[in-house]
């Protein structure tokens, strides 16, 4: 059985910064999509960054972009995203998704695949900015 395993995350003041990590267990894949999702109460699950690993391709959502960046360099190594220059609307629960078919396989790119495009999902780890 797969299971995936957040840690990294905490509360910093804005502007800090924070290093998530998704380790994964009992899957040595090598085309497949793994991302970070995160929500906020009262808000639905966002999509924030994925990656085609064994594709090189990689999605961010548009509030994020310049300030994270999503990593693996290969399937035995955790997945990481580096969280830079955190706001008060970055709070969230980020969690770590993995989904077994690589985009192509649905007709789709990394920047279309959905939430129900991944197969597996971590509990979550919780990040909290103070302004």
């Known amino acids: 059985q797969v299971q995936l395993v957040e840690s990294g995350g905490g509360s910093v003041q804005a502007g800090g910064s924070l290093r998530l990590s998704c380790a994964g267990f009992?899957?040595?894949?090598?085309?497949?999509?793994m991302g970070w999702f995160r929500q906020a109460p009262g808000k639905e699950r966002e999509k924030v960054a994925t990656t085609y690993i064994g594709g090189g391709s990689s999605f961010y959502v548009d509030s994020v972009k310049g300030r994270f960046t999503i990593s693996q360099d290969n399937a035995e190594n955790p997945l990481y995203l580096q969280m830079n220059f955190l706001k008060p609307e970055d709070t969230a629960m980020y969690y770590c998704?993995?989904?077994?078919?690589?985009?192509?396989?649905?007709?789709?790119?990394?920047?279309?695949?959905?939430?129900?495009?991944?197969?597996?999902w971590g509990q979550g780890t919780q990040v909290t900015v103070s302004s």
């Open positions: 998704a993995l989904g077994f078919a690589p985009p192509w396989r649905k007709g789709k790119t990394i920047g279309t695949m959905s939430r129900d495009d991944y197969n597996v």
């Open positions: 009992g899957y040595a894949g090598s085309s497949y999509c």
